[in-house]
């Protein structure tokens, strides 16, 4: 039986990135962004990201095996290679931001002005994932 209406997305909950090295990744994320930690182990580490979003990282070829949990089970996942995500902050903070990134001597491999007003800054993590900065105007719904 057909569906009459497609089911809503309320959003993104999680983000994965892979790294090789999980305490370092922890570190970096937590010093430089002061993501509190939800909840992690030896295999992985979850932040809390601005209330309402969650950063996974996860060390790489972590979880080859399903992960028993009390409620099911996690299938096995991985990934590789430098990856994207983007931070979404105020405008009158980037500066803020940039300042931040010169004083952790974190280098700054671009900036754009995007034609609807926003604007982007782009850096690198511990692994390479290339992370942004982005103020609203970037995309017509933000």
Same mark, same amino acid.
């Given at each position: 039986?057909?569906?009459?209406?497609?089911?809503?997305?309320?959003?993104?909950?999680?983000t994965?990135?892979? &790294?090789?090295?999980?305490?370092?990744?922890? %570190?970096?994320? %937590?010093?430089?962004?002061?993501?509190?930690?939800? $909840?992690?182990?030896?295999?992985?580490?979850? +932040?809390? $990201? %601005?209330?309402?979003? &969650? !950063?996974?990282?996860?060390?790489?070829?972590?979880?080859?095996?399903?992960?028993?949990?009390?409620?099911?089970?996690?299938?096995?996942?991985?990934?590789?290679?430098?990856?994207?995500?983007?931070?979404? $902050?105020?405008?009158e903070?980037? @500066?803020?931001?940039?300042? !931040?990134?010169?004083?952790?001597?974190?280098?700054?491999?671009?900036?754009? @002005?995007?034609?609807?007003?926003?604007?982007?800054?782009? +850096?690198?993590?511990?692994?390479?994932?290339?992370?942004?900065?982005?103020t609203?105007?970037?995309?017509?719904?933000?």
């Amino acid at each position: 039986m057909p569906l009459s209406r497609r089911p809503e997305l309320r959003g993104i909950l999680e983000t994965a990135l892979y &790294v090789e090295d999980l305490e370092r990744s922890r %570190a970096f994320y %937590a010093a430089l962004f002061g993501l509190p930690v939800l $909840v992690g182990d030896d295999r992985f580490c979850a +932040f809390d $990201v %601005a209330g309402r979003d &969650v !950063l996974l990282l996860f060390r790489k070829g972590g979880t080859p095996a399903p992960v028993p949990t009390p409620g099911g089970m996690i299938p096995p996942h991985d990934g590789n290679g430098r990856l994207h995500l983007a931070f979404a $902050v105020d405008r009158e903070d980037l @500066e803020g931001w940039e300042t !931040l990134l010169r004083e952790r001597g974190i280098g700054i491999e671009s900036r754009v @002005e995007w034609r609807a007003g926003g604007r982007s800054v782009y +850096f690198r993590d511990p692994d390479g994932h290339l992370l942004e900065l982005a103020t609203p105007g970037v995309w017509g719904n933000y």
